[in-house]
């Protein structure tokens, strides 16, 4: 994806903070970028093999929270009456 797409996806990120995430994530070797000599230069972003892995992690991750949400707020309600 280019950077223009991303912003548009991820709600409320700042372009500061996509940058330096995408750089935090293919210094880690999650995503790779490639520059193609454009007018203007297009830059583009990949997940790696890596990167594939954690998102199927996230994914479980993210699918195990919404199935407990009612749970947890639950707990939390309770939590914050007896304080």
Given at each position: ?83
């Amino acid at each position: 994806m280019r950077h223009s797409e991303l912003t548009r996806q991820i709600a409320g990120v700042s372009q500061k903070m996509l940058t330096q995430t995408l750089r935090s994530l293919e210094r880690d070797g999650l995503v790779t970028r490639t520059v193609t000599a454009t007018v203007p230069v297009t830059v583009t972003y990949e997940l790696t093999d890596l990167g594939v892995s954690l998102h199927h992690t996230v994914r479980s991750l993210k699918s195990w929270a919404e199935t407990h949400m009612g749970e947890i707020d639950a707990h939390r309600t309770a939590q914050d009456a007896s304080d």
